[in-house]
Every structure is written in structure tokens, then in C-alpha cells.
């Protein structure tokens, strides 16, 4: 089964291709003077043609990076990957950014932690915990500033009988490892460089795997994951809580 | 034959838009999804949740378009998306699921400019409309005068140095309570009631193209605070009438002039703002006078639609035009 996955939830942006347990080709591209929409669609085609694959005829499955990440990223690769979809007639999976960083990093460790800065002290984090094939949920995909993380991590893994290292993993890594680094000391590990950003090959790895499960997404409604609100909303709900709060 | 049907993609601001054209003329479908009910209650257009809603809407509504046309991906001629002016995030909706679906169904891509696509509602809504014409297009994102030697050839005679009338109508009506958007409410107020009332200021008219309404809407909401402050109450059928008037004589002297220094004899309307009865009863009245075939499109053309970014779209494909699989958004594009 030939799976495209791509992803261009944060500033890295990548397309991959992979063929069963082979990985045909990858393309990877963290540069800030482009932008996703000028470089996703030529980096699939680009793909595409040197694998020699007829772009008419298309893959067997695609799979995106769905999110959390900058929203306007999130939206180009997940209607390019739609898109795709719809016009090959191929099967969609749409994959959590968090959850695909977290199955790139994960190792011999009891804890995953993949971290996309949101700035200003904030994080989008998770916390997952490796169980064979599978990645357990621990601490739920969120938006949350970086010390409440931490705060938790410590917790989880400072009792007896859970502690040991943290794998973290995202571009959240180099903002905040200094915090990370002094909270939980020796504790904090961070994966080799080049494997710190996702890769679009985990996202279609993760994709395969759920597609291979019988598991798809309707291309007409799968929607990015943004895990927060517009700010012109949260404004207008706080603005209406105070307004109720304060009638008598 | 070759297949003349171009697959339009219209995602600049708050709707939703696919359509598939004939040729450049001929409409076999026009799907417009309008978000109006969510962006209400903020009384304008919110970025951010116009691209969100425009992820939920784009397939769904290409996809109806297709049927509708009875028409498969693989019967098309090329395919034609809005590349700018207009919201980037809603437009990068568009362009990302117009350069997919080319890609994967080997099918010519090409960008057009929507003011262009706005020029273009008139070739389709009159098929036997000629060149040269002068267009006024007025919406809620845009005030323009353009001179058309021909389609496909634009001149630019004008634009707003600031808010666009319809943008004008919509922050008044908001002042008024009449809701968002409002200026059809503003004209229905308007009518039968003396424009000559309340005395508004009319920026810039009688010197050059360009139109400039932030001067008037301080002035109109200035008349109202004054009007509080001093306890009297406005009569808003009479407000109305007097700002529409404001805008609409503005439109209409510089539309006319504008036709007249061009030497053509067809002057076109355009945009949201051509559904407004008082500016189309000026401009056709006093149009005529001067012996000028005033036209304007019915009022699914005149607000944001696919078919005119695929009427646009088809004259381009047809001159060998082809955007890379690079093509970005150009949130200020210019003709
Ligand atoms: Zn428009």
C-alpha cells in the first residue's frame, strides 16, 4: 500500500511517500522566507515524480497532519490532502500533529511528550505512553502554558514505580528546554537533531496503519483540529460572561 | 470537441463559492454557501472563522457544483481560483483545494483577480454585451471604476483611499442597530424619504477617480452623538436617506464622468452594492439621459460567486495561461 502523508502544522512542512515498511521518498522543508502554500503542493508533485508515480493515477491512501499547529498551515496541508482525496477517489486518514511526533520519538521510555510552541510561555503538548504498538493517552492534547506541563510531568513521574525519563519531542523542545531541563533534570530527554520536527514519513506511517485498521476520514468533513478557539470568539464569550456574571 | 467548461473557486471572504461556465458565458451551476449567520453576531466578518468555515464548506460545495453541471473533474476544461484581492487565510482555502484538485486530475490551472471576476458577472449575466465599458464595482471589500478596452484588458481608473461604500453602509447600519449586514436594510429605510434632510459631507467629488468614505461616516456618526448629547431624536428613515444619498451621488458623478472621458457608451455595475435600488435608479436614469446602456447583473452575480471567477478564469485559460503549482494567495493584489 502506497501512502502520501503531509503535514504543515508548524513551520517544518513535509511530504512523504511510503510504500509498505519502505519509505520511497521524503521531503522536508523548515525554511520561514516561503510559505507553506507556495512550497506543499510542488513538494508532492516533486515527490510524486521521482518516485515515478503518475500523478493522475495517485496513491492507495493519504494521510495529514490534522493539528494542533498554526492555523493557517494546518488548513493548507489538510485541504490539499482533502483535495487529493476527493479527486483520486483515495482513502483519507487525518492524524494528530502531537500523536505523529509522539510515534516518531517513541523508544524504551515510559513517557512521550511532544511540545509545539504557541508562544508566550504557552504549549500545545500531550503526554503518551508506549504500550506495544499502541501510544496510550496520558495527559490530553491541550493548549497550556508550559510551568502547568511541567507540573504535571513532575507529578507523573516522580512517584515509585513510574519514574524515569521523559522523551520530548516538537519545535517546543528547543523554546523551552532550559525549563525542562531544570524541572526534571536528567530526567528530560530530547531526540537526536533532524529528528526534533515531525517528519511527514511518521505521519504516514501512522496513517497506513490506521488505514490498514479500516479506518478512514470523509474528505468532504474532515477539519484541522485547532484546539482553541478564534480569538474574536473567546473575546465575545468572555465579553458575555461578564455581562451575565454581573446582572443581578 | 474540446470541453469548454471551467470549474470556478470564489473563497475571498465570507462565502463559499464553485461554479461551472460554459465557455465563459454559459452558467451550468452556481453553489454559493454564504457564512452571514456566523459572523452576525460580531457584526463584521471575522477572518479566522471565515477560513475554518470555508475547510468545512470548500468540497461539499465544488462537489455540488459538479453535479449539478452533470459534470465530472475529468470533463473540465481547466480550472480557475480567486487568488486575490481578499482575506489570505480564506483565500489560501481556495487556492490550496484548486492547485490538489488540478494536480491530480492533470487539468490547467489559472489565478484570477476578483475584481476581475466582478467585472466578468456582466458578460455572463448579458451575453450580448460589447467592449469598451467603464465598471463600477462596489461591495463591502471594494469601491473600483475600471475601464475595459476589451475582456481580458483592464484599466484601473480608480479605487478608495479608505473604508469601501459598502464597508460605509455596514458600519452605519451596525451605529443604527439595523444589524449586519445592513446596507439593504439602510436602502429599504431609505426609500420614499428626503435625501436633502440631514446635510452630509461628499468627499472628493467632482476631482479625479478615487473615493475616499471615511470623512462621511465621522460625519454621520458625529450628527448621531451630537443628536444624543442634545436629547433629540433622529428620524432614521430621514439618516438613511441622507448617508445613502452621500455615497450614491458620489458613485454616480464619478461613474458618469467617468464613461464620458472614456467615450463609451456602456457603463456596467458590479458587487454587493449594485443590488442598492437608489444608485441603480440614479445611475439608469441620469445614465440614460446622457444616452449610456447602464446594465448591471441579477443579484446572484452581483454578490461573491464562482461563475464569475470561472467567466474570468476561461478567457485566461484560452490565452495559454497557466499558474504554477506555487500559486499563492495575494491578499492586495491589483489589476
Ligand atoms: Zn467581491
Redesign the interface.
Known amino acids: 500500500m502506497r501512502v502520501l502523508g503531509l503535514d504543515s502544522s508548524t513551520s517544518t512542512g513535509g511530504v512523504a511517500l511510503l510504500d509498505g515498511d519502505r519509505l520511497v521518498a521524503e521531503y522536508t522543508l523548515d525554511v520561514r522566507r516561503t ?1 507553506h ?6 513538494a ?2 516533486r515527490v510524486m515524480d521521482d518516485a515515478g508515480l503518475d ?2 493515477s ?1 496513491v492507495d491512501g493519504i494521510a495529514v497532519a490534522t493539528g494542533p499547529g498554526s ?2 498551515g494546518l ?2 496541508a ?7 482525496s ?3 477517489r483515495t482513502p483519507l486518514a487525518g492524524i494528530s500533529t502531537l500523536e505523529a511526533m509522539a510515534f516518531q520519538a517513541a523508544g524504551p521510555f515510559p513517557l512521550v511528550c511532544p511540545l509545539i510552541d504557541a508562544r508566550y510561555g504557552n504549549v500545545y503538548a500531550a503526554a503518551y505512553e508506549p504500550a506495544g504498538e499502541e501510544l496510550r493517552p496520558r495527559l490530553a492534547p491541550g493548549l497550556r502554558p508550559i510551568d502547568e506541563v511541567l507540573d504535571w510531568l513532575e507529578q507523573a513521574t516522580a512517584g515509585p514505580g513510574t519514574e524515569g525519563p521523559v522523551m520530548f519531542v516538537g519545535d517546543g523542545v528547543p523554546v523551552h528546554w532550559d525549563a525542562l531541563a531544570s524541572r526534571l533534570g536528567d530526567r528530560a530527554r530530547r531526540p537526536p537533531a533532524g529528528f526534533l520536527q515531525l517528519r511527514a514519513a511518521a505521519v504516514a506511517a501512522l496513517g497506513a496503519r490506521r488505514l490498514a485498521a479500516g479506518r478512514q476520514d470523509d ?3 474532515l ?2 483540529s ?1 484546539l482553541r478557539k ?4 473567546r473575546k ?1 464569550e468572555a465579553g458575555n460572561r461578564s455581562r451575565s456574571s454581573s446582572s443581578p | 470537441m474540446e470541453s469548454q467548461l471551467v470549474l470556478g473557486i470564489e473563497t475571498s471572504c465570507d462565502e463559499t463559492a464553485a461554479a461551472v461556465v460554459e465557455s465563459g458565458r454559459t452558467i451550468r451551476a452556481n453553489v454559493i454557501a454564504s457564512q452571514i449567520d456566523l459572523h452576525q453576531r460580531f457584526g463584521g466578518v471575522v477572518p479566522e472563522i471565515a477560513s475554518r468555515r470555508h475547510v468545512e464548506l470548500i468540497l461539499p460545495v465544488v462537489d455540488r457544483a459538479l453535479q449539478e453541471a452533470g459534470a465530472s473533474l475529468d470533463d473540465l476544461f481547466g480550472i480557475a481560483v480567486t487568488q486575490g484581492p481578499g482575506l489570505v487565510g480564506s483565500l489560501l482555502v481556495g487556492i490550496s483545494a484548486a492547485k490538489a484538485l488540478a494536480f491530480a486530475r492533470g487539468l490547467p490551472l489559472v489565478g484570477v483577480n476578483h475584481l476581475e471576476g466582478h467585472i466578468c458577472a456582466n458578460f455572463l449575466a448579458h451575453p450580448d454585451l460589447d467592449t469598451p465599458l467603464v465598471c463600477l464595482t462596489v461591495s463591502g471589500g471594494h469601491t473600483a471604476l475600471v475601464y475595459v478596452p476589451r475582456p481580458g484588458e483592464y484599466e484601473v481608473m480608480g479605487t478608495t483611499r479608505d473604508d469601501a461604500a459598502g464597508e460605509a453602509f455596514d458600519k452605519i447600519a451596525r451605529v443604527l442597530g439595523l444589524g449586519y449586514p445592513g446596507g439593504a436594510a439602510i436602502d429599504r429605510l431609505a426609500r420614499g424619504r428626503d435625501p436633502g434632510a440631514i446635510p452630509l459631507p461628499r468627499a472628493m467629488a467632482g476631482e479625479g477617480y478615487e473615493f475616499s468614505f471615511s470623512g462621511l461616516k465621522t460625519a454621520a456618526l458625529q450628527f448621531l452623538e451630537r443628536a444624543r448629547r442634545e436629547g433629540r431624536k433622529v428620524d432614521i428613515g430621514e439618516f438613511a436617506a441622507a448617508f445613502q444619498e452621500a455615497i450614491v451621488d458620489v458613485l454616480v458623478e464619478k461613474a458618469l464622468r467617468a464613461a464620458r472621458e472614456k467615450r463609451v457608451s456602456r457603463l456596467v455595475l458590479s458587487g454587493g452594492v449594485a443590488a442598492n435600488s437608489r444608485l441603480r435608479e440614479r445611475l439608469a436614469r441620469q445614465g440614460a439621459a446622457l444616452g449610456l446602456d447602464v446594465r448591471w447583473p441579477p443579484l446572484e452575480l452581483c454578490t461573491d460567486n464562482g461563475a464569475m471567477i470561472a467567466a474570468a478564469g476561461y478567457f485566461r485559460l484560452k490565452a495559454g495561461e497557466r499558474a504554477p503549482l506555487s500559486l499563492n494567495a495575494e491578499p492586495a493584489l491589483r489589476l
Open positions: 510559505t502554500s507556495e512550497r506543499l503542493m510542488p508532492v508533485k500523478p493522475q495517485g492555523f493557517t488548513r493548507i489538510v485541504v490539499t490532502a482533502k483535495s487529493l476527493y479527486a483520486w474528505p468532504a468533513r477539519v484541522p485547532y478564534s480569538e474574536a470568539e465575545w
